[in-house]
């Protein structure tokens, strides 16, 4: 129930600084909140407080356009206050539109694709050779993995056995302006990610409890580099953004965003009613 809470209120506080800074690729970071908030809430070793404590776990985010998912949660983490979110997208914020390692709780900065995980993997071999336990999860989008660095990346990952490696694919099968098989067809995915020496698991990628099962199992495989293939709905969580393309770079109206809040807090109350009926 903790991470549905947080990928609630980081919809709510995402789709806020969108509005308000007239900015774009909101669909895009929808459909990653519920990874994220699980992530955050109940997986990743970190320290709000501290946030360049050495052990802590390094998340990056790949896919450095749906920044305003990594901002919501770190801020209502406590990485960083709340009201500092107002700023996001306004010149001289470090709350840039793409990804910023200028706030608290962010390792890397990106935005063009395909950088992520090469330094994920970096990370993940330092960690290795210093004796060192973190862990490093980077997440990736699907429309990222036409990038020749990730395949690169995933083949060294597994070359030098680096099972302290988690990578999030988000698969929601839309990029920029068209579907992904029409874009450039990945198809069998899974079975490209296994033979680039990836452990591979499918999951809902909206699924709090089968996300919360398979993070909490880490390493599925000795040896090898887990890989998340996540399948995700673009824009989830807001019925008019759902699965629809146009949202990767539209940002909502004030009329939108009043229905999109409403949406949210409808999902908030019924489950409050449902941990009522359980208690």
């Known amino acids: 129930m903790k991470s549905r809470l947080l990928a609630n209120t980081m919809r709510v506080l995402a789709l806020q600084m969108v509005t308000r800074a007239k900015a ?92 992520g995980l090469p330094f994920a993997v970096g990370k993940a071999l330092a960690a290795k050779r210093q004796g060192k336990r973190w862990r490093v999860c980077v997440v990736l989008s699907d429309g990222e993995m036409d990038e020749g660095s990730n395949w690169e990346a995933l083949l060294f990952a597994a070359h030098h056995r680096l099972d302290n490696l988690l ?21 069998p995915l899974a079975d490209k990610l296994r033979a680039f020496g990836g452990a591979v698991v499918e999951v809902d990628g909206h699924d709090h409890a089968a996300l919360r099962a398979q993070c909490k199992t880490l390493p599925w495989q000795t040896g090898k580099p887990s890989v998340l293939l996540a399948h995700t709905v673009k824009g989830k969580g807001v019925s008019f953004m759902e699965n ?12 939108q965003l009043t229905q999109a809040l409403a949406e949210l807090a409808a999902e908030r109350e019924s489950w409050g009613a449902a941990c009522g009926a359980l208690s």
């Not at 709340?82 to 890397?108: A, T």
């Not at 146009?246 to 009329?255: F, M, Q, V």
């Open 167 to 187: 990578v999030l694919i988000d698969y929601n099968k839309l990029q920029s302006l068209t579907t992904v098989a029409q874009t450039l067809a990945l198809e």
């Open 24 to 115: 774009s690729h909101i669909g895009s970071a929808l459909s990653i909140m519920d990874m994220v908030a699980v992530l955050y809430a109940e997986i990743l070793s970190v320290d709000p407080g501290n946030p360049h404590w050495s052990d802590r776990d390094r998340f990056i985010l790949s896919k450095g356009h749906a920044c305003v998912a990594v901002y919501a949660a770190l801020a209502a983490q406590g990485f960083f206050p709340l009201p500092e979110l107002e700023y996001y997208g306004q010149d001289f914020s470090d709350l840039m539109n793409h990804i910023s390692h200028k706030v608290p709780g962010v390792e890397f900065s990106t935005g063009s694709l395909g950088h």
């Open 244 to 255: 629809q393309v146009i949202w990767h770079y539209r940002n909502p109206s004030e009329e």
